[in-house]
């Protein structure tokens, strides 16, 4: 099987931009997961979306969105770019069902806001 | 969802000693599951040991879980030099939500 792919994998924005990142799961994976890692906060989770609903959400401003398509496709779209939006943005896919599942990483995208 | 924390935060041993990390969580857990990163890359799934198992094996890794102490330890032996990253727990609560601690870094010196 295919692992997950990330696009792009490196990114260079201005501050006040606005960009989309692509998430492609496992086939069959129905569950995908997006998380920012940075040197000062770590990994922190953004969402989780599971047939094209969001069934969990981090502490994140409104700025960080995010959506599934019917093929379990996720895009996360983050508005009006700050510095510190600058990160490792990385998707997880899964099965999403109940009872402990494995979550399969995607190798990331670079993010770099000037 | 709830955060594992790791400990140690750094861990600096030779090649083919064994290294022994740990993780404390708070509250009941479903399964806990051990991850690794290599530096600047996406995350491995390692292991994954249910509610219900003390000890789980998978190669050189070994996974034990007391729920009554809640805690985990991760024991790799015969360390390699590519056994060198950062190893993450997470406990899962089942609220579709993993928690990641700042975890252990490993470095395995040649």
């Known amino acids: 099987k295919a692992g997950v792919t990330q696009t792009p994998r490196y990114l260079i924005k201005t501050r006040g931009q606005q960009v989309t990142l692509s998430c492609s799961p496992i086939s069959g994976h129905r569950s995908v997961s997006w998380y920012q890692q940075t040197p000062g906060q770590g990994l922190q989770f953004l969402f989780e979306?599971?047939?094209?609903?969001?069934?969990n959400k981090g502490n994140f401003p409104g700025r960080f969105s995010g959506r599934q398509f019917s093929n379990s496709r996720s895009e996360m779209n983050v508005s009006t770019l700050e510095l510190g939006d600058s990160a490792l943005y990385l998707c997880?896919?899964?099965?999403?069902?109940?009872?402990?599942?494995?979550?399969?990483f995607g190798p990331g995208t670079r993010l770099t806001v000037t | 969802s709830q955060q594992g924390e790791e400990d140690p935060q750094a861990l600096s041993i030779q090649e083919g000693e064994n290294a022994t990390m740990n993780c404390s969580y708070k509250t009941s857990i479903n399964n806990l599951q051990w991850y690794r990163q290599n530096s600047g890359r996406g995350l491995v799934h390692l292991i994954l040991i249910r509610s219900n198992e003390r000890e789980k094996h998978s190669g050189r890794l070994r996974v034990t879980l007391d729920t009554s102490k809640k805690s985990s330890s991760l024991l790799i032996t015969a360390s390699r030099a590519a056994d060198t990253a950062s190893y993450f727990c997470a406990p899962d609560t089942g609220g579709f939500k993993t928690i990641f601690g700042a975890g252990t870094r490993l470095f395995v010196k040649a």
């Open positions: 997880a896919s899964s099965s999403g069902l109940a009872g402990g599942y494995e979550q399969y």
């Open positions: 979306y599971f047939s094209e609903t969001q069934r």
